[in-house]
T-cell receptor
Framework: EAQVTQNPRYLITVTGKKLTVTCSQNMNHEYMSWYRQDPGLGLRQIYYSMNVEVTDKGDVPEGYKVSRKEKRNFPLILESPSPNQTSLYFC??????????FGPGTRLTVT | GQQVMQIPQYQHVQEGEDFTTYCNSSTTLSNIQWYKQRPGGHPVFLIQLVKSGEVKKQKRLTFQFGEAKKNSSLHITATQTTDVGTYFCADSGTYKYIFGTGTRLKVLA
């Protein structure tokens, strides 16, 4: 089944404790992207990747890191999480910047 | 930077009524995509428009791209309870996406 998977789905952590949210797709998509969704603000792009080893900043990259060592994986890293990074995170993939397939989301709470 | 606003923010309709959401950009849109997100779910792609003035239909849904490529609209005819959710537009540009703020639709049976 074609899909985008994210792990974990839910995470509660404390300020400053490094964490990684994994994202994997099995559709051989070149393009992958991370978003955060906050009430009233819609979806805001954090980082995107056009292909392996090629990444670029979206609208809200501060406090996040990404890497694209393999085509199928695009992990999101929070080196020192803060409470303002409490949000719902979505990973997405697609062929170039066409139709995007979204993962199920990761709800992160930073206390 | 570019801002993409959607109106209305919320809309409650009786089942069978029509619904329209508008997407307005502060700058010219490259391409416009529309997504639907059911409550508790993830966004799902509906359609992409690329040409000025383009109109596309999917059953009861009609999508339109403005002549100046600064706005777009989604119209649903005779809403059904299955239409409940939040509708987002997005400027897909090259690779950087700017999403609209979304319109949350509730359909009363």
């Amino acid at each position: 089944e074609a899909q985008v998977t994210q792990n974990p789905r839910y995470l509660i952590t404390v300020t400053g404790k490094k964490l990684t949210v994994t994202c994997s797709q099995n559709m051989n998509h070149e393009y992958m992207s991370w978003y955060r969704q906050d009430p009233g603000l819609g979806l805001r792009q954090i980082y995107y990747s056009m292909n392996v080893e090629v990444t670029d900043k979206g609208d809200v990259p501060e406090g996040y890191k990404v890497s694209r060592k393999e085509k199928r994986n695009f992990p999101l890293i929070l080196e020192s999480p803060s409470p303002n990074q409490t949000s719902l995170y979505f990973c997405a993939s697609g062929y170039r910047a066409d139709e995007q397939y979204f993962g199920p989301g990761t709800r992160l709470t930073v206390t | 930077g570019q801002q993409v606003m959607q109106i209305p923010q919320y809309q409650h309709v009786q089942e069978g009524e029509d619904f329209t959401t508008y997407c307005n950009s502060s700058t010219t849109l490259s391409n416009i995509q529309w997504y639907k997100q059911r409550p508790g779910g993830h966004p799902v792609f509906l359609i992409q428009l690329v040409k000025s003035g383009e109109v596309k239909k999917q059953k009861r849904l009609t999508f339109q791209f403005g002549e100046a490529k600064k706005n777009s609209s989604l119209h649903i005819t005779a809403t059904q309870t299955t239409d409940v959710g939040t509708y987002f537009c997005a400027d897909s540009g090259t690779y950087k996406y700017i999403f609209g703020t979304g319109t949350r639709l509730k359909v009363l049976a």
